[in-house]
């Protein structure tokens, strides 16, 4: 189990690497590491969960296979900052996380990781509203 934990952190060591490579290309904009900097720093002071961190690893490692696509992972640095901004709320960081351990389950489809891309756009412009 140890083992299978340690390769998972390596693996989203790595990832965190192909993040920073694509970023230094100008892919996604420095902004977005930033925000990941700010992400895993809220991160280790256990909000969100640990979990969330290797989600988004997967989510990381899908978008490098392109699925999601690119823009995908922009509209997640832009929901990072707006939360980070108290916009939407914390919680909802907390849902993109159960979100995505239910995607990466194999439940919702793939797709739905696409369309919660356009939702976080959406929601970023102020529509539609969350509580």
Known sequence: MRKAQANNKRRDLRLLGAFMHAQSAGEPKRRDLRLLGAFMHAQSAGEPKRMDLW???AFMHA?????????????????????????????????????????????????????????MHAQSAGEPEID
Do not use: I, T
Request: no cysteine; hydrophobic share 45%; glycine share 12%.
């Open 55 to 57: 989600l988004l690893g």
């Open 63 to 119: 978008q490098s296979a392109g699925e999601p696509k690119r823009m995908d992972l922009r509209l997640l640095g832009a929901f990072m900052h707006a939360q980070s901004a108290g916009e939407p709320k914390r919680m909802d960081l907390r849902l993109l996380g159960a979100f995505m351990h239910a995607q990466s389950a194999g439940e919702p489809k793939r797709m739905d990781l696409w369309l919660l891309g356009a939702f």
